[in-house]
């Protein structure tokens, strides 16, 4: 994709690159071409897609620069601090227990907030490659990403 390999990435920069090779690359260009140039360029549109998707998500960004530098995020991995695993819990009860617009989307500010600070985190862990402690906030973005997906559900299938 051609830019620089660091956690924070310029969506606007990204999106225009990915339009540009795309409009270079995408398959419908190559129609009148040879069998093995057609195959290159699906593969290589399929990858571009790939790419652009890892890299507009945080976590998905996050976990792959993990991978570059050879430290691991298993699907499974969890947090071992009772403090922030308690935590988790009673936001789940309180997403549970909110039946309003109003405590819903109060939560969901809250919980934007809980992103926007882990991303930060995030940021300066991988600026001082400090990737035990990226990997953790990871692993916490995770769980808030959860959270997230579980109260735009609930106001979807409320409201």
Same mark, same amino acid.
């Given at each position: 994709?051609?830019?620089?390999?660091?956690?924070?990435?310029?969506?606007?920069?990204?999106?225009?690159?990915?339009?540009?090779?795309?409009?270079?690359?995408?398959?419908?260009?190559?129609?009148?071409?040879?069998?093995?140039?057609?195959?290159?360029?699906?593969?290589?549109?399929?990858?571009?897609?790939?790419?652009?998707?890892?890299?507009?998500?945080?976590?998905?960004?996050?976990?792959?620069?993990?991978?570059?530098?050879?430290?691991?995020?298993?699907?499974?991995?969890?947090?071992?601090?009772?403090?922030?695993?308690?935590?988790?819990?009673?936001?789940?009860?309180? *997403?549970? +227990?909110?039946? %309003?617009?109003?405590?819903?989307? !109060? =939560?969901?500010?809250?919980? $934007? #907030?809980? &992103? @926007?600070?882990? *991303?930060? +985190?995030?940021? %300066?862990?991988?600026?001082?490659? !400090? =990737?035990?402690?990226?990997? $953790? #906030?990871? &692993? @916490?973005?995770?769980?808030?990403?959860?959270? %997230?997906?579980?109260?735009?559900?609930?106001?979807?299938?409320?409201?």
């Amino acid at each position: 994709m051609d830019i620089e390999e660091t956690f924070q990435v310029d969506n606007e920069d990204l999106s225009t690159k990915f339009k540009d090779l795309q409009r270079r690359l995408h398959p419908d260009k190559f129609a009148n071409k040879s069998p093995v140039e057609k195959e290159y360029s699906e593969q290589q549109s399929s990858l571009i897609n790939k790419a652009y998707t890892t890299l507009q998500k945080p976590l998905d960004r996050g976990v792959y620069l993990l991978e570059q530098n050879k430290v691991y995020l298993e699907e499974d991995e969890t947090i071992a601090e009772p403090e922030f695993l308690l935590s988790m819990m009673e936001i789940n009860e309180e *997403i549970e +227990s909110s039946n %309003d617009e109003v405590s819903l989307m !109060e =939560l969901d500010k809250e919980n $934007k #907030l809980r &992103i @926007e600070s882990i *991303i930060s +985190s995030l940021k %300066d862990a991988f600026e001082k490659r !400090e =990737l035990k402690n990226a990997k $953790k #906030l990871l &692993i @916490e973005l995770r769980y808030i990403m959860n959270i %997230d997906n579980k109260i735009s559900d609930k106001i979807r299938h409320l409201f």
